[in-house]
């Protein structure tokens, strides 16, 4: 209810009813219940029955439309009197179309009516939409102050014309004759229309336009109500295109990127399609950002697109991707025929220096093109394709282009598949953790224990690591299958320690992902209180990566680990980002060499020296070391000569599920009490 409404309600002890567009009652007060002798409890929700059919029946023949008016009723009570009243109803809000009833006793009919028309004039005047009034011939007969408001014209201006006079132009004949069908067959119209105002502006507005008919339903008048709706129109515009656009740049984002593809693939099935899809990644832009900072790398992006976009052609586009990657959509028939000329051109645009308000930079570019239908039917694949050639040119120098070789598509399908199989992998729990001994070749002890996570697909078998961890690393589902492995993996350890089976480290993988979710230090000390076992009795193995310039802050989150008593290893070591003075500062306890330094100890002397040294510095360190991919027997005992005592590899044991590995720890033990492991004791002499 409005504010006016019910003030001026309150001075003439009306009563006030709001209904719907169903005429139940949502709203009445004090006045109407005393009038009525219901209480409100029996009024509201109600459909409103207390006044007479005649009043109904024309209140329904407006209710589609502007309804505004007066009439005399009666009003039955509670105890089935009738009571004389004269009813003024109006709307303000089309969008809710709630209807305000003001009843009044008619005790004094000339003074009532007075008072009635004074408040129906009010109203009229002061509503916020723009109200028009004409006759049967469309002719303007009176509008009110806010039709001054938004269009300009002043009631003088506008008495005697049509409302033709704010037409903008926007809609043709065909328009306004569908509009002309409806409201004579419907008794009203409403919709979005483009008017024009005095001024000559041409602006958006709501539209709802009712006629009135007399007794013998002949149209005598028409009403029409509208509101400026520019501003809403403008929010609606905004809000479309930051979804679907790229902040920082004001490109397309992937969101309509993948519309225009599927819009493009749709076509396919009426017609021949021709497109292709062009990733393309910055070279060298990432030792910009990471050594200047986000906002010379933000302003470098910023004039790479508008580079691109002043480039291409209308009916090409260009996205940002993400990060410093861009697709570019092209297309046509004869366009795929030079896509070689068009990647040539496209590397051209990197010849020249970027202006940016920190300075001038020289980059390249990395493109790799997939070609719709010759190459892939589905949206997905073409991107995945088109990254497959790309990262081909990266690893090949970059700064040129690369089209798809379609003798990868098996492979790449095969990595789709997996990828979109592995969040109901894990759901179906096909993931398994299984577990591989660290030795202590001096004592002969187990003294830990890794454990490697498995995909035991249902129709394909063991899918080895190498192949899903990427998948998962690239899709963010390692989050997932990070929290699985160390979930489980703990509460085996319980298991094993309360049989007394294994008491030592359990070496636990994490991956750099994992650190995105801010969680990890919370987790791993939820994990420990649940299954109760103690801090010293599991280790993290990280990369190397994770202690990389860019990501420094993930430092003191492992020694905030370390304060749990968890131990930190570096897996991999001397693979990633290794240099003395990381090794100096990173909060570890352990490191594990890379089995490439392993393989050829026994006749490479710089693979020999490399780990003398390793060795050297773990001690100066203050860290301990072990060596993986152990797989000879003259390995171990090389490795044991040169002081790597603690050792993993094939050569003790392949990974093998949590039963088998009992078993296979149980004969170790039972060899080591028994002597019956002479023979490979003496690699470790």
Not at 236 to 263: G, I, V
Not at 401 to 420: M, P
Not at 559 to 569: C, E, N, P, T, Y
Request: net charge negative; glycine share 6%.
């Amino acid at each position: 209810m409005s504010l006016l409404s019910t003030a001026v309600a309150a001075e003439l002890s009306a009563g006030v009813v709001t209904i719907d567009a169903e005429h139940n009652i949502v709203d009445i007060n004090q006045q109407l219940l005393a009038m009525s002798f219901f209480n409100r409890a029996e009024l509201l929700n109600e459909n409103i029955t207390f006044l007479d059919d005649n009043f109904l029946t024309t209140l329904k023949s407006q209710s589609k439309g502007f309804a505004f008016g007066h009439y005399f009723s009666s009003l039955t009570r509670k105890d089935a009197d009738k009571l004389p009243v004269e009813v003024c109803f109006f709307t303000q809000q089309i969008a809710q179309k709630a209807y305000i009833l003001l009843v009044f006793k008619v005790s004094n009919l000339p003074e009532q009516a007075k008072f009635s028309f004074s408040i129906s004039e009010q109203i009229f005047n002061q509503s916020n939409e723009a109200i028009v009034i004409t006759n049967a011939d469309g002719i303007i007969q009176t509008v009110n102050h806010s039709f001054y408001k938004i269009t300009g014209y002043t009631e003088l201006e506008v008495i005697g014309k049509t409302p033709a006079i704010l037409n903008s132009g926007k809609q043709d004949k065909y328009f306004y004759q569908s509009f002309w069908r409806e409201l004579k067959s419907k008794g009203h119209w409403q919709g979005e229309i483009w008017n024009k105002r005095k001024n000559g502006d041409i602006y958006p507005e709501w539209l709802n336009i009712s006629s009135i008919r007399d007794k013998h339903q002949h149209i005598t008048h028409y009403i029409a109500q509208f509101t400026d709706i520019s501003a809403r129109k403008k929010t609606e515009e905004e809000r479309h295109f930051q979804a679907y656009h790229d902040s920082l740049t004001s490109l397309p984002n992937r969101y309509l990127l993948f519309e225009r593809l599927k819009h493009l693939c749709s076509l396919h099935h009426s017609s021949p399609v021709h497109f292709a899809v062009l990733f393309c990644d910055l070279d060298r832009f990432k030792v910009i950002n990471d050594t200047l900072g986000h906002d010379v790398g933000d302003a470098l992006l910023q004039s790479v697109a508008q580079r691109f976009e002043a480039k291409l052609r209308n009916n090409d586009l260009i996205a940002r991707s993400g990060g410093d990657e861009f697709i570019v959509v092209i297309e046509g028939e004869k366009a795929l025929s030079n896509i070689d000329k068009i990647c040539q051109q496209i590397l051209l645009l990197f010849e020249a220096p970027f202006q940016t308000k920190f300075g001038e930079f020289k980059i390249g570019i990395s493109i790799g093109v997939s070609q719709f239908a010759k190459d892939s039917y589905d949206i997905r694949e073409l991107i995945s394709f088109a990254d497959v050639a790309m990262s081909k040119v990266k690893n090949s120098g970059g700064n040129h282009y690369s089209l798809f070789d379609a003798r990868e598509k098996a492979k790449i399908t095969q990595r789709l598949e997996l990828e979109a199989e592995i969040s109901t992998a894990i759901a179906n729990k096909n993931f398994e953790v299984w577990y591989q001994p660290q030795i202590n070749t001096l004592t002969h002890e187990v003294y830990g224990i890794e454990c490697l996570l498995r995909w035991n697909h249902p129709t394909q078998g063991m899918i080895g690591p190498d192949l899903f961890i990427p998948i998962a690393e690239a899709s963010g589902a390692i989050k997932e299958l990070g929290s699985f492995v160390l979930e489980t993996a703990c509460k085996q350890l319980r298991q094993w320690r309360i049989n007394n089976i294994f008491t030592g480290i359990m070496a636990i993988n994490v991956s750099l992902r994992q650190f995105e979710r801010n969680d990890l230090l919370a987790q791993v000390r939820e994990t420990l209180i649940k299954e109760m076992i103690p801090g010293d009795a599991i280790e993290l193995e990280v990369t190397e990566s994770v202690f990389s310039e860019g990501n420094c802050h993930h430092s003191p989150i492992l020694s905030a680990i370390r304060g749990l008593g968890v131990k930190v290893a570096i897996d991999d070591f001397g693979t990633g980002y290794s240099s003395l003075q990381r090794l100096k500062n990173m909060p570890i306890d352990n490191v594990k060499i890379d089995k490439c330094f392993v393989n050829r100890i026994v006749y490479s002397r710089k693979d020999e020296a490399i780990i003398q040294a390793l060795i050297l510095l773990s001690k100066t360190f203050n860290v301990s070391l072990i060596a993986e991919g152990v797989e000879t027997k003259q390995q171990a005992k090389k490795l044991t000569k040169l002081g790597c005592f603690n050792q993993q590899g094939y050569f003790y044991s392949k990974p093998l599920p949590a039963e088998q590995f009992e078993l296979w720890l149980t004969n170790y033990h039972k060899e080591c009490q028994l002597s019956k492991f002479g023979e490979k004791n003496e690699a470790y002499d």
